[in-house]
Each structure stands twice: as structure tokens, then as C-alpha cells.
């Protein structure tokens, strides 16, 4: 399709527009104009950008493209949470997951970062799902102006936990929270951005030595080597002591305090004796630990944990002094669990 070739617009950072439209004859402070009409119409074509020129708006039209996705399907919770799955209408039927959940303080956008995952993570229903791509950081954008526009709402934070392991596409998550950061773009500051990973050792380090004020979760599940690398093969890669090392280099870097994610699975994690081994293992760190059901996917050799022993291992957490909360289930009625609305619709 000779309309895909062109360069998606929303690629672009504000001082990286300026550029583009200087080396097609335009002038800079265009590029001011047309980041209004993305991020803050979220208009779909270049023709509803009405204070340019009609010759200019042909030339937008002829050479970028402006990224807008179709919704294949959605999915509404009755606790208010929708569930997206968007086809980013690249040559192959490329899928994505976006899920929109509604907070007291206001509604947060969860987002893919890649078209499938290599992780391998053997609770996670994106694994064995063929990798397609990383995503474009004007994809990754594009979710948050999909969802505000179906449901007519801004969204004022952001979630790196859809399909895919954001820091395994660096570039272009770091190039897309330019966008979501500057005021002139969709104006979501740092500290209202997740990034959560599996645990990519040197790219925790890259981010540290960043400097940006965005939330680090770290996807940790089990504080033992052998369960955790059964659990998540990247662990073989980069072991817990390495990827703790890391977390503390990041928490003294930024000063900022880490999310350890902690998906308990019945008789695998979420004994009193995985508890003790987490609590010292986090002893003494800025970090906070969010427990989470784990979700069973099809075919899944994991079950949730008991909410019993869900309580007695936050109390234990609690009790050594690890702030440890448990996350509220959402959308839990319409799978808005990671990867699986994808996973369902590619089997079809
Ligand atoms: N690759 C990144 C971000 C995507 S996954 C990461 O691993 O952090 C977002 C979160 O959902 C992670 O904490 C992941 O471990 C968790 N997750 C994935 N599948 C799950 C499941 N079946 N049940 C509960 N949590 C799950």
C-alpha cells in the first residue's frame, strides 16, 4: 500500500518537526501549529488543519502519513474499564492491545510498546504468539489519541504494561514520552508515566543515567533464581542479584522509589517462605511491592492465589516494614489481562 510508506507524522518530536518542515521549504513554527492539531484536536487528516494553507496541507497529505489506527474490537467492563484491540494498519494485520481504566484520580491509558514480545515469560499471554515489531513511537501515541477520541476523555496517565517489554524498544518509547511530555503535545508529565520491564539489566542503567521523572516497575514475581527464570527466561540472562543491584543504582541515580510487581500464583510464589525471601531481599530499598492475582491464560500452568493467602503475604510484607499493596482487579470480566484479546483473536 503505497499510503504506508510514507513517514508517520507523530514519529516526530516538537524540535524534530521543525527540522522535517524546514527540509521541505516550510517554516519552522508550523510545526508548533500542526502539534496543536494532533495532540490537542486529535484530528484525523491533514485537511481539518484549517489555519495552513491548502498547498500545505497538500504537501502534509502527500508525504506523511497522520497514523490513525481501526478498532477491531472493543470490550467495556462494567467497573467502566475498555478494552481496545487496535489493527495499526501497517501491510500485515499488525494487532494491539490498549486497555483505558478509570482511577478517582482520573484515567489511565495502558499501552503496547511492540507487536508481541520476545520475553517468554510463561504466565503471559503474549508468549507464543509469533514477534511481529517494535512499535513506532507515533504508534505508541497513537493508543492514547485512539482512546481519547473513542471516549471522549484525556487521559492524564500512562502505563507501559500493554503487550511487549518497552525497554526492549528503547528509542522509540523514550522519543514517544517526548510527545507525552511536552505541553505543546499531549502535556502528561513524567511522574505520571510507568515504565514497567522484566528486568533488560543494561537498559535499567541507560534509564537511570536518563534522568526522567517516570515511575520504574520492575517485574519481579519471585525472589528466587530457579522459580523466577522458570517464571521468566530473561532471569537466565540477567539473574536477580544483578537486576537488584541495577534497581538500587536506578533508586540512588533518581532518588525515586521502584514498583516491584509480584503476580502470586497458587503453590508456585505465594508461601509464607517466597515472603521472607522477598522481604529481605527488598529490605532497606525505596520500593514498593504490588501484588497482583495472576491472571490464569488458556492453557496456563498457573491459578491464582487464594485471596487468604494473598492477605497474609501483604501482612507479612507489611509486618517487616515493605510497603506492599494488592492490586485492584480490573476489567477482570472482559480478559483485559496482558495479551489476551490478542492471543484470542489471532486464533481465530
Ligand atoms: N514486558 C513488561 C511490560 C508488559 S507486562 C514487563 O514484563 O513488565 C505488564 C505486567 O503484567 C508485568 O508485570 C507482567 O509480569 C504482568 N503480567 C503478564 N501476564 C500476567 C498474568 N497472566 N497475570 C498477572 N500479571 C501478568
Redesign the pocket.
Known sequence: MEGNLKKNIKNFDLDELKEELKSIGEKPFRAEQIFSWLYKENVSSFNEMTNLSLDLRKKLEENYSIGSFKIERKFESKDGTKKYLFNVLDEEENLIESVLMSYHHGYTACVS?QIG?K?G?T???STGIKFGRNLESGEIIQQILEIEKDAGIKISNIV???????LDNYDNVMNSIKIINNPKGLNIGARHISI???GLVPKIYELADKHIQCTL???L?SSNNKKRSEMMPVNKVYPIEELIKACKYYIEKTNKRISF?Y?LAKDNNDNLEDAKELANLLSGMLAHVNL??????ED?K?TKSSNENIIKFRDYLNSRGIVATIRRELGSDINA???QLRRQKLKE
Open positions: 510498546s514480545c520475553m515469560c504466565f503471559c499471554a507501559f504494561m500493554g503487550i511487549g517489554e518497552p514497567s520491564t522484566s516497575s520492575v517485574s514475581h510487581e503476580a497482583i492475582p495472576i491472571n490464569k491464560i496456563g498457573y489481562a496482558c495479551g
